[in-house]
């Protein structure tokens, strides 16, 4: 990822930009997806006359706004700024397109869609200097999600790239003048990774089998490329995709609207866990799955593969899995919210993380010093801290409560809770622009443990210590807790301060209530209204309370987002980690909406 804006560079591309040709190349500048301070963005370079690109540079000023991370291209200059190719993206075959993305800190203003110019998008047409007239209106009127969806199906549809039509430019590689092209952008292949994505020569790369994989038009493209690439295979259509999960039956007696993605309804995040370590539910080769990721969401979290052990091979850092992931969200237009930089479970800790490791204060720094660094600028928000309060039905080492926290590792390593000030602090300077959070569950209860959430977030607002905001994972079940025991838990931690931001983070509704020695419990057909819709109804009535009562209690500029828990229902952590089918999320078996889909519609569209 390109980061750096030094000047030295922005000299090196100006006089670069110069060297070119004249081009017939449209530059067109893109929003991909907005909050309320900023936005991520890219500027995609269409070769529209009939010889290649080799090399270009663009660049582009705002009025307000102003740059705080790139990707895929060296960025230069600090308003205006400029972009030039890397060393791999820099050839553009006829009819081709290169993107290349940044993140934007809207500065106290609106988003900007200030013109692109250079020599290689003179003679260009409307797109190409942009200003938000010249903006497709489709994508310039769309809300966050619908023009992810745009973006990705105009990607999608553009002409297919043919093995004989793509030249490289990528020197130094074994692959010699392959690359990957992944869903409309073109990675270099690597050169020693053997499987999914590397991070090799400072940059991310694709293995050689990785991208094979890929359905064509996709896959390794380049003289010898080994891949048939067809015009004639499908393409990955995110809006048609969806347009056939909604037509399609629902398997419930409420029926299932049709409409815009669900993240268009909402002006925060809507975000989806992913998983992507394996198994059916594996974002990576679920195509159906990615297809509802780039329709309904705009954020995802990785249900495992950022949390602390992930982030290591043996005692050496490893960010092969994870970059993979977050790279695969900057291209299908989903922000990332990191989870989690610090949780104690005993099975997901690093090597490091013990009671007898005399060097564990400096490791801990280590670690959130170099996870949140790698991840600046590509990770909106982090779960800082994850779980550090008691919960009495999750205390296997029976170590009961001091002060309402839980005694993990780091508590006892620390003498005490000040690991959770020094990892926010680390956090802040590692990354100053990702919002950060804490992050508990059963904390929606409005009993003891909300208390203690209370009490922890006003030490640390008493302390300076950088935190803006917290979350309530939300896994919750049809009848319990009340919807005012909710609403009033999300209250307290509004009433703290006048600007933390507020998220529903892993939100899920069971049918069952396993607590409440109700022998009724039905853990059998309960997805298809084979024995009773009843329960699938009320889950719809749950999830939107829920959503209702987030949107009730949350002043706007405070909405840090919500999200679901999984995609579809047999993905849920309740299958595969407690062994208990209980049909929680918005999508069924069939990876079909449910009507819980549908109260979430109704939610966020005020009905
Ligand atoms: O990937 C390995 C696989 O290689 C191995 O063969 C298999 C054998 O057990 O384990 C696999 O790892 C599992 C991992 O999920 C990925 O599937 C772990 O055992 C399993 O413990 C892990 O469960 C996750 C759990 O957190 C513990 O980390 C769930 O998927 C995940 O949904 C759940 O999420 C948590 C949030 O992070 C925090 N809040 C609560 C929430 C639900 O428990």
Redesign the pocket.
């Known amino acids: 990822m390109a980061k750096s804006l030094g000047a030295a560079a922005f000299l090196g591309a100006a006089l670069f930009a110069h060297t070119l040709a004249a081009q017939t190349a449209t530059c067109s500048y893109n929003i991909t997806n907005e909050w309320n301070t900023g936005y991520t963005g890219d500027i995609t370079i269409t070769n529209r006359g009939s010889s290649a690109i080799n090399g270009w540079s663009v660049n582009w000023q705002y009025a307000t706004n102003r740059l705080s991370s790139s990707w895929n291209a060296n960025v230069s200059g600090s308003n205006p700024y400029s972009a030039s190719n890397l060393s791999w993206n820099g050839n553009i075959q006829p009819g081709q397109s290169v993107s290349f993305g940044f993140q934007v800190n809207k500065n106290g203003g609106s988003a900007e869609r200030p013109s692109v110019g250079g020599s290689i998008c003179s003679g260009s047409v409307a797109s190409s200097s942009a200003p938000a007239s010249s903006v497709p209106s489709s994508i310039a009127s769309s809300s966050p999600s619908s023009v992810a969806s745009s973006v990705i199906s105009s990607m999608a549809s553009s002409s297919p790239v043919s093995s004989s039509s793509v030249a490289s430019s990528t020197p130094g590689s074994s692959s010699g003048n392959q690359q990957c092209n992944w869903y409309g952008t073109l990675y270099p292949l690597c050169v020693t990774t053997t499987n999914g994505w590397g991070w090799e020569d400072q940059r991310s790369c694709i293995a050689r089998s990785t991208c094979a994989a890929q359905p064509a038009p996709f896959g390794i493209v380049g003289s010898g490329s080994s891949t048939p690439v067809s015009s004639s295979s499908s393409s990955l259509s995110s809006s048609s995709v969806v347009s056939s999960i909604r037509s399609s039956s629902s398997s419930s007696s409420s029926s299932v609207a049709t409409g815009n993605g669900l993240a268009s309804l909402a002006d925060f995040p809507i975000g989806v ?1 992913v ?1 992507a ?3 059916n539910a594996d974002i990576f080769t679920s195509s159906a799955r990615q297809n509802i990721v780039r329709a309904e969401f705009n954020q995802i979290t990785a ?2 593969i950022m ?1 602390m052990s992930y982030m290591y091979s043996g005692s050496n850092f490893s960010f092969t899995n994870s970059d993979r992931l977050v790279s695969w969200a900057a291209q299908n237009g989903q922000t990332v919210h990191g ?2 930089l610090v ?1 104690h ?1 005993s ?2 800790l690093p090597n490091w993380a013990s009671d007898s490791n005399a060097n564990f204060r400096q490791d801990f720094a280590r670690h959130i010093d170099t996870v949140a660094a790698h991840f600046a600028g590509q990770v909106k928000s982090w779960d800082v801290v ?2 550090a309060l008691f919960d009495s039905a999750d205390d296997p080492d029976g170590r009961g409560s001091a002060n309402g926290y839980r005694q993990s590792v780091f508590y006892r390593q620390f003498g005490g809770p000040e690991y959770i000030d020094e990892a926010f602090r680390r956090a802040r300077a590692a990354d100053p622009t990702a919002e950060l959070y804490y ?1 508990d ?1 059963n904390t929606e209860e409005n009993g003891a443990k909300t208390t203690a959430l209370v009490n922890l977030v006003q030490r640390l607002l008493n302390n300076g210590v950088p935190i803006d905001g917290v979350g309530f ?1 939300m ?1 919750v079940m049809n009848d319990y807790p009340s919807i005012a025991n909710i609403r009033q838990a999300m209250q307290k931690i509004v009433a703290l301060s006048p600007t933390l931001k507020i998220k529903i983070t ?1 939100l899920d509704v069971r049918l069952n209530n396993p607590y409440d020695g109700n022998s009724s419990n039905d853990y059998t057909n309960r997805n298809d209204c084979a024995v009773s819709c009843a329960g699938l109804d009320r889950q719809k009535a749950r999830y939107k309370e829920i959503v209702q009562a987030y949107l009730e209690v949350v002043p706007p500029g405070r909405r840090g987002g919500i999200t679901v ?2 995609i579809a229902d047999p993905d ?2 309740l299958y ?2 407690q062994n208990l089918p209980d049909w929680p999320l918005l999508f069924n078996d069939n990876l079909q909406p449910k009507p819980a889909y549908q109260g979430v519609v109704e939610a966020l569209s005020g009905r």
Do not use: C, L, V
Request: net charge negative; proline share 4%.
């Open positions: 866990a998983a370590s394996g198994g249900e495992n949390k989870h989690a949780w479970p099975y997901q994850n779980e992050n569950f994972q896994h892993e828990w999984g849920s952590w595969t980690h």
